[in-house]
């Protein structure tokens, strides 16, 4: 899938971009990332099926990121740091300080 990104940016970016070849590795990369999810959905399930339920939280809890975007880039991103939640800068814009002046 990489690879098809790859190719999109390198024909966009070419002096004579072609619109069919793009249309055509989308469409590409398209069933490709459609195959990935069935793979990481039936392998989900498979390991829920063995899991006790404090299992089957922690499951749920190392997925989550790839659910949230659709990829692992953020994999293991707790919070952003405009999350107000995470104490970053929204939350000091808001509230003037950060979690550690608590």
């Known amino acids: 899938m990489d690879s098809l990104k790859s190719e999109m940016f390198e024909e966009l970016n070419g002096p004579h971009p072609d619109s069919t070849r793009l249309h055509n590795l989308s469409a590409h ?3 490709h990332h459609a195959e990935l999810k069935n ?3 039936d392998f989900y399930l498979k ?3 063995v899991c006790d339920s404090s299992q089957c939280e922690r499951l ?3 997925f989550l990121p790839l659910f ?3 990829t692992a880039a953020n994999f293991g ?3 952003s740091r405009n999350d107000s939640i995470g104490r ?3 939350y000091r814009h808001r509230y003037g300080r950060s ?4």
């Open 29 to 31: 990369l398209g069933r």
């Open 39 to 41: 793979v990481t959905n």
């Open 47 to 49: 390991i829920k099926s």
């Open 60 to 62: 749920q809890g190392a």
């Open 68 to 70: 949230r975007d659709g």
């Open 77 to 79: 991103r707790r919070y």
């Open 88 to 90: 970053g800068q929204a």
């Open 99 to 102: 979690w550690r002046s608590h």
